[in-house]
């Protein structure tokens, strides 16, 4: 039975239908009285509710959309960090007063309903998360979006810390089921890996025909993505990997019982795993085959699907169909979609590379050059001998073509290739071929202008653009920070609330002198920092203050985001308080939490050094209650949403020009904080929006960091031997201070030795003065409440519904 919409037959509009449809469900989940049911079976009741609702209204949708009459938009992504679906689903039916009132008034814990839902890890951080803002405010917009990627059955690890390290444990996430999917057997494609490919001349036409390979049978499961409180409901579709039968019967009937088994786990392991590096490339062939397991099935789809709406042909493809690639792991789009239109659907190539550049556009998440993607040729023309080919056709006619239009640039051609060295250049493939490449924030898509692509650039200027990234406001601010939500609707009316309005929220701006209002703010920030102390306290045993200034650093642990500044000035403030204890300070509670991807020794470090820390200042009775440290432990979307709305300062401090755009930054922006942050990815863009005077910046800019890089003259050495307080410090690290044992012998090397090369002792100094700063203004609390409401009332632009509306505009164009 669902619930609401007065076009459908099914109907429990009202609390009492609601209740009575709830309590039922209970019954039949349970098999027993609702006396009887757990917190378990009541999520599993509220699940199946949300989705008989939803689905009702998804068939609708699909079929709608199957007839092809608006321009539809697929995201391609290895990673889709979606979250904890409940919630969020409740509240984009308009079911939120409902279902709280009724479960409250049956007794029934809410929260405690949707703690049983295991968070899905389906991403490493950053660029995973962002598609799930993306399908978010693209459903709520009302523009039909898809996503496409892995159902990994495990997915990133889930994080303990014992004895101050990071110890990672596998994140079953599949172990109770998942209420929120629908398996689609009868959608399976096979993927071909491996084998040869055969020439033939049929007519005078060349056919390419791809044998004795490997067959995977990709199995679709489909999340519904439900639009606030509209009638949009589109689809994340997520690729399970199977052997093409079951058991390989004839291979075991022979007696080969370990070959036929061999062959079932080969299949599965495709979508085994979710790699859990952030940055780093791992050329690894499991990871090629994943990136063409998806990227294979979902074009077959996509294509089987358009050609059935219009005639068989293909000849309006690229004006109906969007493919967004995020980041290069979907790169094999192009060459694969080639593949189609010209081996299977007998195009012209010309036609066919027209009609391919026209449906694809590229976004770029990193300038790190350890995380570009290069295959080495081998292994790309080994697995994927025909895709392969096309790649190498491609690859042919675009040396050739600059070679004619810049015959005096040869070396230059050359670097742009995508085939040399070796190696496939997946970002290379992936700019020749898409119609649009942009960065995700302003700074960003300058560096890659004028560095990282810089030659693709000067030969393809029209296809380069900006989008800034966004963040859906649903999940991370009114889902959240229900107190905030409601002072913002008390304040100015509910008008903000609206998709693709949150900069209405503009017309806060005049409370921000107003001191009632601002006291108020100040209540609610107060309350959600009580409701993160004590979920500390229950799980980690800490107590925390929460009258402290709590100053955030919450994202995965990486060298160039400098977790390790931070802490070296949580330290700086310890020996202060050991030399001084009655130092009129104001307190703080440093909080961290991020996961380290578990080949990343160094990132490692970091995370012991900042339990070692913890252990220690928490520990010391001198220290009182004017200094905390904590790091929370697995960091993920649902952690994420307890801490952002508690949080006063974010902290943003990568090495200027590393950082792509970040999107924590916007996150806690909407709830209030203030960011204490480099001039770097979107930080510069909310220095802009909100005034130099309401954020904290400090440190080198992008083009001194450059500059230094290029030309020299950083010694980090110097640095250390004029400043007293980093010889105490950094002689702390080695010195055994933290204990025995506690050594950070690598961390002290890479400041000392190796020239420091994320900048971390050259911008201690001003890292210190502005943390001085802030201390300062935190003493006047109206002023930094005003600071706050003026922080939010200028985060509209951070919406992902303004993102995907620049999309639409800049590059989809669905309208
Ligand atoms: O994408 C992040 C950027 O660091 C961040 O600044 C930006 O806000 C965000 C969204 O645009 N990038 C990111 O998260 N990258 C990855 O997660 C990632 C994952 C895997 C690999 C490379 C990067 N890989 O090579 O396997």
Redesign the pocket.
């Known amino acids: 039975m669902a619930i609401t919409d007065k076009n459908t037959k099914h109907k429990v509009k009202t609390k009492e239908a609601f209740r009575k449809a709830f309590i039922k469900k209970v019954e039949e989940v349970s098999g027993e009285d609702f006396s009887e049911s757990t917190t378990r079976h009541q999520y599993e009741a509220l699940a199946e509710l949300v989705m008989e609702e939803i689905t009702a209204e998804w068939a609708v949708n699909n079929s709608r959309l199957h007839k092809m009459e608006e321009k539809q938009i697929y995201f391609f992504s ?2 889709f960090l979606i979250g904890r679906l409940l919630k969020a689903y409740v509240n984009n039916l308009g079911w939120d007063t409902m279902v709280e009132e009724t479960l409250d008034e049956l007794g029934v814990d809410y929260e405690a309903i949707q703690a049983e839902e295991h968070d899905p890890a389906l ?8 598609m799930a803002c993306f399908l978010d405010s693209t459903a709520a917009l009302g523009f039909p979006g898809h996503g496409n990627g892995i159902r990994y059955k495990y997915g990133l690890f889930e994080q303990k810390i014992i004895n101050d390290e990071q110890v990672e444990v596998a994140d079953i996430w599949l172990k109770n089921g998942y209420p929120f999917e629908i398996v689609k057997p009868d959608k399976a494609v096979v993927v071909k890996y491996n084998g040869d490919v055969r020439v033939e001349e049929v007519n005078g036409k060349m056919q390419f025909i791809h044998e004795n390979y490997d067959p995977v049978l990709a199995v679709p499961y489909d999340i519904p993505v439900k639009g606030y409180r509209n009638n949009t409901v589109n689809s994340l579709r997520l690729w399970s990997a199977k052997p093409v039968e079951d058991f390989d019967l004839s291979t075991f009937n022979q007696g080969h019982f370990l070959k036929a088994m061999q062959r079932k786990s080969e299949a599965e392991s495709i979508s085994q795993i979710l ?1 859990p ?6 050329g690894k062939l499991l ?1 090629l085959k994943q990136e063409y397991f998806f990227v294979c099935a979902g074009l077959k789809r996509i294509v089987r699907r358009y050609k059935k709406h219009n005639h068989g042909s293909m000849d309006g493809f690229p004006d109906k169909i969007c493919i967004h690639i995020n ?1 290069t ?1 979907p790169a094999l789009c192009v060459p694969e979609l080639m593949r189609i239109l010209v081996d299977e659907e007998g195009y012209d190539w010309d036609v066919a590379w027209d009609m391919t550049i026209k449906s694809i556009s590229f ?1 770029n ?2 300038v790190l050059p350890e ?1 570009l ?1 290069k295959w080495p040729i081998d292994m790309v023309q080994k697995l994927l001998p025909r895709v392969y080919q096309i790649i190498e056709e491609i690859n042919r006619r675009f040396i050739n073509d600059m070679n004619w239009f810049y015959p005096d640039q040869v070396d230059r051609n050359y670097s742009m290739a995508i085939l040399k060295d070796g190696q496939v250049h997946m970002a290379h493939l992936a700019i020749i071929g898409s119609h649009s490449v942009n960065g ?2 302003e700074l ?1 898509s300058k560096i890659l202008r004028e560095e990282t692509f810089k030659d693709f650039y000067a030969v393809f200027p029209d296809r380069f653009t900006s989008v800034t ?1 966004g963040v859906t406001q649903r999940r991370f601010m009114m889902g959240s920070n229900p107190g905030l939500k409601t002072l913002l609707d008390d304040t100015i009316g509910t008008d903000w609330k609206k998709p693709g309005n949150m900069c209405s929220l503009e017309a806060l701006l005049p409370y921000a002198q107003d001191a009632a209002f601002c006291q108020k703010l100040g209540d609610i920030k107060h309350a959600n920092k009580e409701r993160l102390a004590k979920y500390i306290k229950e799980t980690q045993g800490i107590v925390l203050n929460p009258d402290s200034i709590f100053d955030v650093q919450v994202k ?1 642990i990486h060298e160039y985001k400098r977790q390790l500044l931070n802490i070296l000035h949580v330290i700086l403030t310890y020996n202060q308080l050991r030399s001084n204890p009655n130092a009129d300070i104001v307190p703080k509670t440093y909080i961290f939490a991020g996961k380290a991807a578990p080949s990343y020794v160094y990132a490692k470090e970091v995370i012991r050094l900042i339990n070692v820390v913890a252990d220690r200042v928490n520990n010391d009775p001198l220290v009182k209650d004017k200094l905390k440290v904590v790091f929370v432990p697995n960091f993920n979307v649902s952690v994420a949403e307890l801490i952002y709305p508690a949080a006063e300062i974010s902290e943003q401090i990568s090495t200027a020009g590393k ?5 924590g930054n916007m996150k806690f922006m909407m709830n209030g904080a203030l960011t204490l942050g480099t001039m770097d ?2 930080n510069v863009e909310i220095a802009e929006a909100v005034g130099m005077d309401n954020v904290f910046t400090f440190g080198l800019s992008d083009t001194e960091v450059y500059n230094y890089n290029t030309h020299g003259g950083y010694r980090s050495l110097e640095v250390y031997e004029s400043d007293s307080r980093l010889q105490e410090i950094l002689g702390q690290l080695i010195s055994g201070f933290f204990g025995e044992s506690a050594g950070f012998q690598m961390i002290y090397d890479s400041l000392l030795l190796h020239n420091d090369t994320y900048f971390v002792l050259k911008d201690f100094a001003p890292y210190v003065d502005i943390q001085d700063i802030v201390s300062n203004v935190y003493r006047d609390q109206k002023q930094w409440q005003k600071m706050s409401a003026i922080n939010i009332a200028h985060s509209g632009i951070f919406s992902s519904d303004r993102s995907i509306e620049d999309y639409e505009k800049r590059v989809w164009k669905v309208k």
């Not at 950082?659 to 999107?663: C, F, H, K, L």
């Open positions: 290895i990673e991403g490493n951080g950053g660029l995973g998360r962002l790699y590096s952030d940055h780093g490339f791992e990871r980041d792991h976004t998440h990193t995380a993607e995700v924030a960003h990234n995965r950082e792509a755009s970040g999107t990815g979107a």
